[in-house]
């Protein structure tokens, strides 16, 4: 199996712009999800598709992967896809399964990689799975830069949202808090396929792109971490996860 990881990552975040050469411990926050993703042993290569050459740049310098892309894109999906042929073009290899990792996960483990594609080695039905992690606080739940899921009983996904679902406003002491973490892998056919999907209105009143697998009718398997991950989105978060890192025993392997 041809199984490669594709981290999307671009300056112009409208939340945080430049988040991607953010330092954490040192080391710019595109660069550990890099490292740490290709620690996997799952994949056979790891790459940072992005359209801004200065991280073009830094991956050369650290030894990193890098594909360009275009500057034209609005989804991480999309860029992953042009990224995924142009490097089936440069190989001459056809991929079988992309990992898209979003840049903004730096506290990411390999074995969440790896956890993350085996549902899809073991049941050729999959097409595409997620993470999800328990949060451990209203305030997280709460927070609208976490996209929230609720899953039935076979950890298939039923709904994602920015807001905390399912409610507690019924008086409920205790509801699953779940979180998805952005490691997805897509069947490389898969991939191509969702980004010729028509657009949904839950899909962008969410905006939650996953929603649109599911307003098609199809399939979004969850598959639980116990694994303690914060994504980027502000400086605030940045400051969490430098202090979190602290010590971090992946970090000293590659963070020199």
């Known amino acids: 199996m041809n199984i490669i990881a594709i981290i999307p990552a671009r300056m112009g975040s409208s939340r945080y712009p430049g988040k991607p050469l953010a330092l954490i411990h040192g080391t710019p926050m595109v660069g550990h999800v890099a490292f740490r993703t290709a620690m996997s042993g799952i994949l056979s290569d790891t790459y940072v598709a992005t359209c801004d050459e200065i991280i073009e740049n830094y991956c050369r310098d650290a030894g990193l992967k890098c594909v360009m892309t275009g500057d034209h894109h609005v989804r991480c999906s999309t860029r992953t896809a042009e990224a995924l042929l142009k490097i089936e073009e440069q190989t001459g290899k056809k991929v079988d399964t992309v990992v898209m990792v ?14 993350a594609v085996k549902p899809m080695l073991d049941d050729p039905s999959i097409n595409v799975v997620n993470l999800m992690a328990e949060m451990e606080t209203v305030e997280e739940f709460e927070d609208p830069n976490e996209v929230k899921v609720v899953v039935d009983c076979h950890n298939d996904a039923l709904y994602f949202s920015r807001e905390p679902i399912p409610s507690r406003k019924k008086g409920a002491d205790k509801v699953p808090m779940r979180k998805q973490v952005c490691i997805i892998p897509f069947r490389r056919d898969y991939l191509i396929r969702f980004n010729e999907m ?52 992946l970090m000293q392997e590659y963070g020199k």
């Open 102 to 115: 979003q840049g903004d996960e730096p506290m990411i483990t390999p074995d969440m990689i790896d956890a």
């Open 198 to 249: 028509r657009e949904m209105p839950l899909e962008i009143y969410e905006s939650v792109d996953m929603m649109r697998i599911l307003e098609h009718g199809e399939k979004v398997r969850m598959v639980p971490t116990d694994k303690r991950t914060f994504s980027v989105d502000t400086p605030e978060d940045l400051a969490r996860v430098t202090r979190l890192m602290e010590g971090d025993t």
